[in-house]
């Protein structure tokens, strides 16, 4: 599973062709900078901290001073991720970078597992930490958690910026050529019998990708936090299902970046950084009647 995500996510690097940027240098940079970054993210022990949480050790990293940010990655990744991110959110707020169950330091024994439990495991994190709430960034499945998050413990999140997420696992929320790559691997995992330690945890998390999330679009309309919806334009997330999500939250901004497949926050890195620094630093703008013009 771990092979197949990587694969996938170097394929959404290099078909993002963003604008002029040349996506295979970019790809090889990101590559470099988590093999030999001067701080290993992910892997600090000068800041690495591990919290017993709803029968797991959560392992996390905490950098900078400020308002509280949890960052949230994505179906098999890890704290390294955010490796554009934490440097620059860590000028601004106390960056709260964690390791999901069953991803990377964060071990789980169990034989299933769900984003509702992922939800409320950040919750119970939140409250081990002694903090009431933070903001949240989530990308891919770290946004679908930030969502839920949002749903099930309200008062725990200030407000969200999420990117690649998506609400339901079929062909009218993901691109049909996506699901067909990566269906025939996870099955194969899946169906395979006595299966190693990291085969067990590489099914369960295959199972989340194609069983999962199966959250109602109108249910969205309870959340209150003020939300930033990203995507790529070529998203592994399709277009129109982004805008769904931002449809249905009340208080939401919508970034679209051009050209771009499921890994603006690595392409358009900079942008990106600026861009949610900057929503979650300003008054939402209701945007209506007349101020629709400008």
Known sequence: MKNILIAALCICLVSDQALSQDIEALRKQYEEMVKNSKVPYGNNPAVGKYYSVRGIRFYTETY?????????????????????????????????????????????????????????????????????????????????????????????????????????????????????????????????????????????????LLNEPNIPAKSLNNIKAETLVMAGDNDVIRPEHTLLIH???????LWIAPNSGHSAALVYKDDFNKNVYQFFKNKFRKIESAARFF
């Not at 969502?147 to 009218?172: Q, S």
């Not at 449809?247 to 901004?253: E, F, G, L, V």
């Open 64 to 208: 900078g001073q400020g308002q509280p940010l949890l960052f949230i990655h994505g179906n098999g990744g890890s704290i390294n991720n955010f490796i554009y991110q934490i440097p620059y959110f860590s000028k601004y707020y106390k960056v709260i970078a964690v390791d999901s169950r069953g991803h990377g330091k964060t071990k789980d024994e169990a034989d299933s597992l769900t984003y509702e439990m992922m939800a409320d495991d950040f919750s119970a994190l939140l409250d081990a930490m002694k903090l009431d709430s933070v903001y949240v960034l989530g990308w891919s499945d770290g946004g679908i958690n930030a969502v839920l998050l949002a749903l099930r413990h309200p008062e725990k999140v200030k407000k969200m910026a999420i990117t690649g997420t998506n609400l339901w696992p079929d062909k009218t929320a993901i691109f049909p050529d996506v699901i067909d790559l990566i269906t025939p691997s996870i099955t194969a995992v899946i169906n395979k019998k006595d299966k190693t330690p990291a085969e067990k945890t590489e099914a369960k998390l295959g199972k989340l």
């Open 247 to 253: 449809q249905n939250i009340s208080h939401s901004y």
